[in-house]
């Protein structure tokens, strides 16, 4: 009742309201009757009429009646005016809460889009950052290689000289430094491909036992040297053959035993080959590198493997180095889904250690091998194009050239402009085009030649000569036309097998 009577008294105006209209009803009524019956409108007759006729007690209660039929109106009325009332209250309440989300999903919104606008610009940054870090990587590495073309080549054509003992020293520490170099310079380059994600895993037929053996062959000349011994223990146990990267395998021992005969100066150094598990079609491979060197303290192991990181700083005074090497290591053997540690004492010496699994691989038929060594007499008269800018370059190509023997001729074109000139007035067997070349270089000749001409000439062989070593400009090259990449400084055996191939490939 009391939720009803605070709506201002409604129920009991609406009681008197209908009392009112119920007492005119019942006296109109009496005043019409007695008017019919020639009486008139007294208090006398009034009564005695509303005595007589039975009509009028329920006319008469008329007022009543109404009374509480508006009263019930009025209430009903008070409680949909109480429930519109709640209701509307619960609407603005619900207005209110929606123009808030509102507010707060405009605010979203507009912190969102100043996110993704953080983001793209943070995107291209890091893109732009990626390309100018490739960029001077590349350049870098071109720069770099370009003159140590010249040093590395000219020095193994000196070495091929007759030269007293004092001569071959010097030109032997000439080489030794200039390789020091490239390997710094490779190990950059090759750290910048982990982190581009370029690095890819072939899957070949390996000689595991050859492969080893060829490693420790490498370092042989440096430990009799230190006096040291250098040996290999390879499980008979294991397949002649494996499928695997037969180059990042060789990578990661060449800086395993590297860095164990650098830092042993005394006793030895062992390369074992362990079999730990095998199936129909697996093996499961264990590699050690153990050498009796200088150690490395247990504070050092948790970071030896991290980039330019080495056990003590005066390691690098002392014994040179980037602190690349084992970085590339682990991240090589972790790539192809094996697991690199280390166990050392210092003063004691160390054990480098690496597990890896490879397929089983049948025997390698006869055709699948590489040839012996070819001659020039094998391909015959060949007809070359150099096209190269750098004139150190041009002279070593030339005395290679001339190593080669009287069947090989060659001319020369300084950029790519002079190539297509050539190209026009000369029949040649094979192209060797630099790729970086004023005026026009080795990608835009490449393309030129084969849209321009027509055949045989459009489809000459071409091999990039360059010292251009990134994933990107090496795909970059394919795409022109370039048939092979080779990278100076270039070995002249691998050019030279890479021309008969393709000389081989050009008869059929």
């Keep these: 009742m009391a939720s009803i009577l605070k709506y201002k008294g409604i129920p009991k105006w609406y009681a008197l309201l209908g009392w009112l209209v119920g007492l005119v009803i019942a006296v109109g009524a009496t005043k019409w009757e007695l008017a019919g019956r020639g009486y008139p409108f007294d208090l006398s007759h009034f009564i005695n009429l509303q005595a007589s006729n039975r009509l009028l007690w329920v006319i008469d209660g008329m007022p009543a009646l109404l009374a509480v039929m508006a009263y019930l109106a009025g209430r009903k009325h008070a409680q949909l005016k109480e429930t519109i009332e709640k209701d509307e209250a619960t609407i603005d309440l619900r207005t209110e809460d929606l123009r808030k989300k509102n507010r707060e999903l405009r605010r979203e919104i507009e912190e969102r889009k100043t996110t993704e606008k953080q983001l793209t610009i943070a995107k291209e940054d890091a893109e732009r950052g990626k390309r100018a870090e490739e960029l001077f990587l590349a350049n870098m590495s071109h720069e770099l290689r370009t003159p140590l073309n010249g040093v590395i080549g000219f020095t193994r054509l000196l070495l091929g000289t007759q030269l007293d003992a004092t001569q071959n020293e010097y030109v032997n520490t000439i080489q030794t430094s200039a390789n020091h170099l490239m390997a710094i310079i490779n190990d950059i380059l090759e750290i910048s491909k982990i982190k581009a994600g370029e690095i890819e895993f072939e899957e070949l037929p390996v000689s595991l036992t050859k492969l080893v053996m060829n490693a420790v062959n490498t370092f042989k000349a440096l430990a009799n040297q230190k006096k040291i011994s250098l040996y290999e223990e390879i499980d008979r146990k294991i397949p002649p053959y494996i499928l695997g990267d037969q180059t990042r395998l060789n990578q990661i021992l060449l800086n395993l035993i590297g860095n164990a005969v650098k830092f042993t100066e005394q006793g030895s150094v062992v390369v074992r080959v362990k079999l730990e598990q095998e199936t129909e079609q697996r093996v499961h491979l264990r590699f050690e590198v153990e050498d009796t060197g200088i ?89 070359l194009l150099l096209v190269e800018d750098n004139k150190i370059n041009v002279k070593l190509a030339e005395n290679v050239f001339k190593k080669w023997g009287p069947q090989l001729s060659y001319q020369v074109a300084f950029n790519g402009r002079e190539a297509l000139e050539l190209m026009e007035k000369n029949n040649f067997d094979l192209i060797l085009m630099d790729l970086q070349m004023p005026v026009m270089d080795g990608f835009e000749a490449t393309r030129a030649i084969r849209v321009q001409f027509d055949k045989p000439k459009k489809n000459i062989p071409i091999i990039a000569l360059t010292a251009d070593v990134m994933a990107s400009e090496k795909m970059k090259a394919f795409e022109a036309g370039i048939n092979d990449y080779i990278t100076k400084p270039f070995d002249a055996n691998k050019l030279f097998v890479s021309i008969s191939k393709l000389m081989a490939s050009k008869r059929e």
């Design 295 to 383: 150690g490395i303290g247990q504070d050092k192991l948790e970071t030896i493997f991290d980039k330019f990181k080495q056990a003590e700083a005066s390691t690098a005074r002392n014994f040179g180095g980037t602190g690349l090497g084992l970085s590339i290591c682990k991240n090589m053997v972790e790539l192809q889904g094996g697991q690199i540690s280390v166990t050392s004492e210092p003063g004691k010496g160390s054990i480098f250690f690496f597990t890896l699994n490879f397929k089983k691989s049948g025997p390698i038929e006869p055709g699948e091998t590489v040839k012996g060594a070819v001659e020039i007499k094998d391909i015959g008269p060949l007809n």
